[in-house]
């Protein structure tokens, strides 16, 4: 079983200009056109069972649209509920996204302009807890804002000290570009992250122009120094698609040097448990 745990689409009439003006300012190339029928051909044609769709909400007036919006997850779609840190009925509208039958939401400090470890997040992480809600935060830098931190390491070593434990997911291997403090701070507490857009090397788009340097992502020998110091069993797959080609993100977790138990683990099992599917 393959379910990718970081995935996006936007609806048909929006995609397109969406994904454009995303695909400029990163000057990456998007692997789907953004839209939920471009997801799902994905998804078939390299064999994913499953995907969990993330939405994001970049201002508290668009939380309750979003989430009402959202379509009833099944097996092979999983919508997880977007909520934001200035949206003030919050504990609310958690129990409304859990009653909309959503296993999780997801929060973008960086677009949010709020760090992971302000008070505004910590009542939303309690809350969410208590339901049983996974969380999945951007960690780390983002391609789209250079230079701009909101959820470092040590910032998701501090939720972890003020909530306790609880189901949190750091996606892009804990913190994008930030890998070396992932190990330090994060390797002891019980923070699962994901692969997202953090292995291999970063596809430009034809148009724009990089630093060959700057394309690289985790190698395999850093991924590598990831299993043993989290082990297997906390490491999600997933491709933040529309950006990340599929099949590349999958054959670099089936050419890891590891075993099969723990490939399967990676690509699917962990999902499943966590998601209790």
């Known amino acids: ?10 609806p048909d009439s929006m995609a397109a200009k969406v994904i454009d003006k995303l695909s400029r300012t990163s000057r990456t190339k998007n692997f789907t056109d953004g839209t939920i029928n471009g997801l799902k051909n994905s998804m078939k044609i390299f064999n994913v069972d499953c995907s969990v769709i993330l939405p994001v909400a970049t201002n508290f007036h668009q939380v309750e649209k979003i989430n009402s919006s959202s379509k009833f997850s099944n097996h092979e779609l999983i919508y997880f509920g977007a909520i934001h840190p200035d949206y003030e009925n919050f504990s ?20 949010q302009d709020t760090d ?5 997040y910590l009542r939303i992480f309690e809350r969410a807890a208590e339901l049983d809600l996974i969380v999945v935060t951007h960690a780390g830098l983002d391609i789209g804002f250079p230079g701009i931190m909101r959820c470092s390491p040590k910032m998701l070593r ?6 306790g ?10 913190g994008w570009k930030n890998w070396d403090e992932v190990l330090e701070n994060l390797a002891d507490t019980k ?9 291999g090397k970063i596809i430009p788009r034809d148009d724009c122009r990089w630093n060959d340097e700057d394309l690289n992502l985790l190698s395999e020998e850093k991924f590598m120094k990831f299993i043993k110091i989290f082990g297997a069993d906390r490491i999600l797959f997933g491709t933040d698609s529309p950006w990340t080609s599929l099949f590349d993100s999958i ?15 990676i690509l699917g099992e962990n999902a499943k448990n966590l998601l209790k599917i």
């Open 158 to 163: 501090n939720v972890i000290k003020k909530i």
């Open 116 to 120: 992971v470890d302000d008070i505004k």
């Open 1 to 10: 079983m393959i379910i990718d745990m970081h995935t996006h689409i936007f």
């Open 92 to 111: 609310e509208e958690l129990l409304r996204i859990k009653n909309l039958g959503c296993k999780g939401i997801k929060i973008h400090p960086i677009y």
């Open 191 to 199: 923070i699962f992250i994901d692969t997202s857009f953090s292995t």
């Open 251 to 265: 054959q670099f977790i089936k050419n890891l040097p590891i075993s099969g138990i723990d490939i399967k683990k």
């Open 165 to 174: 434990d609880f189901k949190f997911i750091a996606a892009h291997m804990g």
